[in-house]
């Protein structure tokens, strides 16, 4: 499931870069070349930063129009962390247009309803699946409490693949600050997961 | 249980930061080494790991979605927004704080330069001749008060020293206004030549010593203008030089 990076070699990176270059000269095609490499990890960068497919959608759409508009201020080095960089500006916008914590709460009508519908596990049985599904809602709703820096954190890293280096590029902070973010976010996770597991269980009996 | 109370106390040895890069695998070789020794002999912090994985792992376990469509962006759509011109580079960035800048110093230059002009310079001059004459005033001041009482009240009337005590003590009179008094003197008095003669000398070593203070005082008013007219060139040019700037990525943008 983790992500790694796209352009994980050098001629990839080099023929990455040189889109960028055809982009800031006014080439649309070579930028939605890039759009095309990048927009899973975006898209599920903005579903898992903002709780909703629709508010992720509307992200990831002024992401990529943002990112073409400011294209001229990529200074070289990594695309990716660039990119995702205005991906998670772009939600923080959207979670300011919406006026909301992100994600559903666990008393929406239908559990993981604003899940995506992935492609389920053939070898699972049915209860496998639904279980799967209750816990991902507890998931999205833990990551929903965290502070947004912490979120964005565990999410490039234990959800994107990102290494500290790249978070570090992405957040624009230190390496130090990185690793903080993400212990500290962690460290709420369980906490948040644990408790939800008691409550769960409890609601079973 | 000790090793928990420690951990409650948070003097634990690695804290959640160090557990945390550990289950990254990252962090220095030694400290992984001790961390993992340490892991050996602590069964709270074995814990805390496990649950650290186990956070990650119900990250990871999160499938990964397919994007709903493509999010190729239109010709269309790109055109209602365009591109945003590069980014001003550094030091042109700079030029409106340079010129904000050069107007202040220019404000502090211009100040002090009004500041220290001609009423405090005419009193810097005589202050200075003031210093020589000062045993002089003190000796004439009681003769002074004597004479004012005894004879009429001319104000031109006063002795030689009197005129130097004069010129001493009302230090912020203007040259022009000691010369003055200096004048009836000469015409009251027509029969103190000697006198007036003195007062005459005197007279004329007060000039000569405003005169240097006031080459002086043309030295600094030099410095003050260079100053001021570099200050105000920079503040100019820079505020132009921003401000067309500025112009030129409006006009790119629309």
């Given at each position: 499931?983790?992500?790694?990076?796209p352009e994980?070699?050098?001629?990839g990176?080099?023929?990455?870069?040189?889109?960028?270059r055809?982009?800031?000269?006014?080439?649309l095609?070579?930028?939605?070349a890039?759009?095309?490499t990048?927009?899973?990890?975006?898209?599920?960068?903005?579903?898992r930063?903002?709780?909703?497919?629709?508010?992720a959608?509307?992200?990831?759409q002024?992401?990529?129009l943002?990112?073409?508009?400011?294209i001229s201020?990529?200074?070289?080095?990594s695309?990716?962390?660039?990119?995702?960089r205005?991906a998670a500006n772009?939600?923080t916008?959207?979670?300011r247009?919406?006026?909301r914590?992100?994600?559903?709460?666990?008393d929406?009508?239908?559990?993981g309803?604003?899940?995506p519908?992935d492609?389920?596990d053939a070898?699972?049985?049915?209860e496998t699946?639904?279980l799967?599904?209750e816990?991902?809602?507890?998931?999205?709703d833990?990551?929903?409490?965290l502070?947004a820096?912490?979120?964005?954190?565990?999410?490039l890293c234990?959800?994107?693949?990102?290494?500290?280096?790249?978070?570090a590029?992405?957040m624009?902070?230190?390496?130090?600050?990185?690793k903080?973010?993400?212990?500290?976010g962690?460290?709420?996770?369980?906490?948040?997961?644990?408790?939800?597991q008691?409550s769960?269980r409890?609601?079973h009996? | 249980?000790?090793n928990?109370?420690?951990v409650?106390?948070r003097r634990?040895?690695?804290d959640?930061?160090a557990?945390?890069e550990?289950?990254?695998?990252?962090?220095?070789?030694?400290?992984?080494a001790?961390?993992e020794?340490?892991?050996g002999?602590?069964e709270a912090?074995r814990?805390?790991?496990?649950?650290?994985?186990?956070v990650?792992?119900s990250?990871a376990?999160m499938?990964?979605a397919?994007?709903?469509?493509?999010f190729?962006?239109?010709?269309?759509?790109?055109?209602?927004?365009?591109?945003a011109?590069p980014?001003?580079?550094?030091?042109l960035r700079?030029?409106?704080?340079?010129s904000?800048?050069?107007v202040m110093?220019?404000v502090?230059?211009?100040?002090?330069?009004?500041?220290?002009r001609?009423?405090?310079?005419?009193q810097m001059a005589s202050?200075s001749?003031g210093g020589g004459?000062?045993?002089?005033?003190?000796?004439?001041?009681?003769s002074?008060?004597?004479d004012?009482?005894?004879?009429?009240?001319v104000?031109?009337?006063?002795?030689?020293n009197?005129?130097?005590?004069?010129?001493?003590?009302?230090?912020d009179?203007?040259?022009?206004?000691?010369?003055?008094t200096?004048e009836?003197?000469a015409n009251?008095?027509p029969?103190?030549?000697?006198?007036t003669a003195?007062?005459a000398r005197?007279?004329?070593l007060?000039?000569?010593?405003t005169?240097a203070?006031s080459d002086?005082?043309?030295g600094?008013?030099?410095?003050?203008r260079?100053v001021?007219?570099?200050t105000?060139l920079v503040?100019i040019?820079?505020?132009?030089?921003?401000?067309?700037?500025?112009?030129?990525?409006?006009?790119a943008?629309?």
């Amino acid at each position: 499931m983790l992500n790694p990076a796209p352009e994980a070699s050098t001629a990839g990176a080099d023929a990455e870069l040189e889109l960028v270059r055809r982009a800031r000269e006014g080439d649309l095609d070579a930028f939605n070349a890039l759009v095309e490499t990048h927009q899973r990890a975006v898209y599920n960068l903005c579903l898992r930063m903002v709780g909703s497919p629709a508010a992720a959608e509307d992200g990831t759409q002024d992401a990529f129009l943002s990112a073409y508009r400011h294209i001229s201020s990529f200074r070289g080095g990594s695309f990716r962390p660039w990119l995702m960089r205005i991906a998670a500006n772009a939600c923080t916008d959207e979670l300011r247009r919406r006026h909301r914590r992100p994600a559903a709460s666990l008393d929406a009508p239908i559990a993981g309803s604003d899940e995506p519908i992935d492609v389920p596990d053939a070898a699972a049985g049915p209860e496998t699946l639904a279980l799967r599904s209750e816990q991902r809602a507890v998931v999205v709703d833990a990551l929903s409490r965290l502070p947004a820096d912490q979120r964005l954190a565990v999410i490039l890293c234990d959800m994107q693949g990102f290494a500290y280096e790249e978070i570090a590029e992405t957040m624009k902070c230190s390496i130090g600050t990185v690793k903080s973010r993400i212990a500290r976010g962690r460290e709420k996770l369980r906490g948040l997961l644990a408790a939800e597991q008691m409550s769960g269980r409890k609601r079973h009996e | 249980m000790k090793n928990l109370l420690d951990v409650l106390r948070r003097r634990h040895k690695p804290d959640a930061e160090a557990l945390s890069e550990f289950v990254d695998g990252r962090g220095a070789a030694e400290t992984r080494a001790s961390i993992e020794a340490h892991l050996g002999e602590c069964e709270a912090c074995r814990s805390r790991v496990a649950a650290l994985r186990d956070v990650r792992a119900s990250l990871a376990a999160m499938p990964e979605a397919e994007a709903p469509r493509s999010f190729r962006l239109r010709q269309a759509a790109v055109e209602k927004q365009p591109r945003a011109a590069p980014p001003a580079p550094g030091w042109l960035r700079m030029m409106p704080a340079l010129s904000a800048a050069a107007v202040m110093v220019f404000v502090v230059v211009l100040g002090a330069d009004l500041a220290t002009r001609d009423g405090a310079g005419g009193q810097m001059a005589s202050s200075s001749r003031g210093g020589g004459a000062s045993e002089l005033a003190a000796d004439a001041a009681p003769s002074i008060a004597f004479d004012a009482g005894a004879d009429a009240p001319v104000p031109g009337e006063p002795a030689p020293n009197e005129d130097a005590a004069g010129g001493a003590d009302d230090g912020d009179d203007q040259p022009g206004a000691t010369r003055g008094t200096d004048e009836p003197d000469a015409n009251a008095q027509p029969g103190t030549l000697a006198q007036t003669a003195e007062a005459a000398r005197e007279e004329q070593l007060r000039a000569a010593s405003t005169e240097a203070a006031s080459d002086d005082d043309a030295g600094n008013r030099t410095a003050f203008r260079v100053v001021e007219v570099v200050t105000a060139l920079v503040a100019i040019t820079a505020g132009v030089g921003a401000l067309a700037w500025w112009m030129r990525s409006r006009e790119a943008r629309r």
